[in-house]
């Protein structure tokens, strides 16, 4: 997806080597200049000047060509007049970036630069320059909360249908993502002969294949010394290994079908379709069949009375006593407990860790002691488990990624231009605005 990433923007040493190139020089100069005003935002001449030497040792290292001077500096003028109408949403939108993530993004940068730790890594920026390591920390941070912007924004823009879902998997970009394949009689008739001619051998042997897989039958009785009849059995292959044209006509019909002509450089081809399959690959998930009893703690309810009231309906159940009606009677979840404690079956994953945990180690039908969670005390029974196929469920969860970051590149870039739309943006030199300046 079309998001700000700090791995992309950030070339760890490199990248604070400039900075800390900025703040020396930029230390020097008494007075900066002001070239654009976004919204509440100044960018200054040496904002401009770090970004351009950034994205210049950037095209050096892809041994890319560097534009002209004057079209390199409204390229990254506009790339930065864009970062701050992102900076005033996340401002507006009050969005701060944790301390954990903000670690780990600038402990990658520190690896990617040979430091192993965030203390190293600060005692090596700071040596270079002092305020190195926060400034590059700042814009780090920066990049997390953008990116945090453009997935809120932008995926709340995506809407994609069931029936959406449905006609991709039909589609042969959608099969071969599922890894589908389909077994194929393929004819192909070409020649020297006038093109009306070729087109009625084409028709006879389309009429023909309907009713025959004897592609060597039809090839004899059509073929002359003037038109060649090619006809084979393709076997199974994915969808992804036959040409686009040819794999858009396949999925398009049943089996026991035929395809209408294909005109192509090389003659015109008739497809059949014999049969279709899958992947072999089930994706089976381990389930439980799993009822709890919870005590929450409340206001009420302290944390000591709520262990001791799971501990005695501990005893209560280990005694005899039905686990559905003490769940009935005394579960704080009320959701289960009008079905006995009953959650269904469970695939991993879909509860807290510690949950979870107790719920993939338990034995069928033994009554877990009590744990504790986020939520409060939990018992727990397994009653029974089962490998269920779940292909289907994450054919389409894999359809709606797919369709997801497809929709979300042009849904990215009209977000940004309705942001910039909505933005006051001022450019104060002329040379730096396309809409002025010459190019």
């Known amino acids: 997806m079309k998001t700000q990433n700090f791995k992309n923007l950030f070339k760890a ?68 007049i864009t970062r701050d109408t992102q900076l005033e ?33 600060q005692q090596k920026l700071d040596a270079v320059a002092p305020g190195t390591y926060e400034l590059l920390r700042g814009r780090v941070s920066e990049d997390l909360l953008i990116q945090r912007l453009s997935q809120q924004q932008v995926m709340s823009r995506i809407k994609i249908t069931d029936l959406d879902v449905d006609n991709f998997l039909k589609s042969p970009e959608g099969q071969a993502a599922v890894g589908s394949q389909a077994r194929v009689l393929h004819m192909r008739i070409a020649g020297n002969a006038p093109v009306a001619e070729i087109e009625n051998i084409a028709k006879s042997v389309r009429a023909d294949l309907k009713n025959s897989n004897d592609v060597k039958a039809i090839e ?43 005109t192509a450089k090389d003659g015109i081809h008739v ?91 338990a034995t069928v039908n033994d009554i ?13 029974q397994v009653t029974g488990k089962r490998q269920q196929d779940m292909t289907s469920e994450y054919q389409k969860r894999m359809a709606r990624q797919i369709l997801g970051e497809r929709q979300f590149e042009s849904e990215y870039d009209s977000w940004i231009r309705e942001l910039r739309a909505n933005t ?4 104060k030199d002329p040379n730096l605005d396309p809409k002025q300046g010459k190019s």
């Open 220 to 262: 004899k009785k059509y073929s002359t010394a003037q038109i060649k009849v090619d006809g084979a059995d393709m076997g199974f292959r994915p969808l992804s290994d036959i040409p686009a044209e040819l794999a858009a006509r396949v999925s398009s019909i049943e089996i026991g079908q035929t395809t209408d002509l294909i």
């Open 89 to 121: 949403q996340v401002k507006k939108y009050g969005l701060k970036a944790d301390e954990k993530s903000l670690n780990d993004a600038v402990l990658k940068v520190a690896q990617q630069s040979g430091s192993s730790s965030l203390e190293a890594f």
């Open 271 to 361: 497809l059949k379709l014999l049969e279709k399959k899958s992947n072999d690959q089930k994706a089976l998930v381990p389930q439980f069949e799993t009822r709890h009893i919870l005590i929450k703690t409340s206001e009420v309810v302290s944390a000591e009375n709520a262990k001791q009231t799971i501990n005695s309906i501990y005893n209560r159940l280990k005694a005899g006593d039905d686990f559905s009606t003490l769940a009935a009677t005394y579960s704080s979840d009320p959701g289960s407990a009008r079905d006995g404690g009953s959650l269904g079956w469970v695939s991993p994953g879909m509860m807290v860790p510690e949950f979870d945990k107790v719920m993939q180690n």
């Open 368 to 380: 877990s002691q009590p744990f504790e969670t986020q939520f409060g005390w939990h018992i727990l």
């Open 13 to 80: 040493t490199t990248l604070a080597l400039l900075i800390a190139t900025s703040i020396s020089t930029n230390a020097n100069i008494p007075k900066d200049q002001i070239i654009a005003v976004v919204g509440s935002t100044a960018i200054l001449k040496s904002d401009l000047d770090q970004s351009i030497a950034e994205a210049t040792h950037k095209l050096q290292a892809q041994k890319k060509p560097i534009p002209p001077q004057n079209i390199l500096e409204q390229q990254v003028l506009s790339q930065l």
């Open 424 to 427: 006051y943006i001022e450019i």
